[in-house]
T-cell receptor, first 114, second 115 residues
Framework: NAGVTQTPKFQVLKTGQSMTLQCAQD?????MSWYRQDPGMGLRLIHY???????DQGEVPNGYNVSRSTTEDFPLRLLSAAPSQTSVYFC?????????????FGPGTRLTVL | AQSVAQPEDQVNVAEGNPLTVKCTYS??????LFWYVQYPNRGLQFLLK??????LVKGSYGFEAEFNKSQTSFHLKKPSALVSDSALYFC?????????????FGKGTMLLVSP
């Protein structure tokens, strides 16, 4: 199993540009989520999904959209990038999203918005 | 609401000495507690978790953590530190008994082990 994969690893955008961060998992996990990591702030939840066709907002959803058309994929879309979205983005998955479930993280995407 | 505090931004320890990385939590019900480690330019890796039962939880790479309900703490420990343990460590919590189910992370503690 490849686990959780993310592409690209690095990305530089100009303010106002759009892009999609890709996330895929091959563990047949129902629960997937997106976090952003900023220095001194830990990880903050952006959006999550408890299964195909079901998504919900996390702590910091503004400026981001998600969809979940398949169990495997959970892309994160930035519609109009802003410098405040410069961060490292992590995708994670777990079996069912149960409260005791372990989350497995991808390697991250480092995004810079100029 | 649930929250996690990691009071130390950085912990320095010499190789071979015991290490402790502190974590305290706040939940309205009972907690599920997790420790993750992040090596440079890598994603987070699961170390261990407390669900129920024995207060001393053993995890990967020789790490263990002690759940203390009265002090609302879940400190990460290792008897003998290695230079390769140098990394960023995150504590995380979920409230077992509330409807709020997402995972809340602390800000992280950088562990530096000197040779």
């Amino acid at each position: 199993n490849a686990g959780v994969t993310q592409t690209p690893k690095f990305q530089v955008l100009k303010t106002g540009q759009s892009m999609t961060l890709q996330c895929a998992q091959d563990m047949n996990h129902e629960y997937m989520s997106w976090y952003r990591q900023d220095p001194g702030m830990g990880l903050r939840l952006i959006h999550y999904s408890v299964g195909a066709g079901i998504t919900d907002q996390g702590e910091v959803p503004n400026g981001y959209n998600v969809s979940r058309s398949t169990t495997e994929d959970f892309p994160l879309r930035l519609l109009s990038a802003a410098p405040s979205q410069t961060s490292v983005y992590f995708c994670a998955s777990s079996v069912r999203g149960g409260k005791s479930d372990t989350q497995y993280f991808g390697p991250g995407t480092r995004l810079t918005v100029l | 609401a649930q929250s996690v505090a990691q009071p130390e931004d950085q912990v320095n320890v010499a190789e071979g000495n015991p290490l402790t990385v502190k974590c305290t939590y706040s939940v309205s019900g009972n907690p599920y507690l997790f420790w993750y480690v992040q090596y440079p330019n890598r994603g987070l890796q699961f170390l261990l978790k407390y669900i129920t039962g024995d207060n001393l939880v053993k995890g990967s790479y020789g790490f263990e953590a002690e759940f203390n309900k009265s002090q609302t703490s879940f400190h990460l420990k290792k008897p003998s530190a290695l230079v390769s343990d140098s990394a960023l460590y995150f504590c995380a919590v979920r409230d077992k008994d509330s409807g709020y189910s997402t995972l809340t992370f602390g800000k992280g503690t950088m562990l530096l082990v000197s040779p």
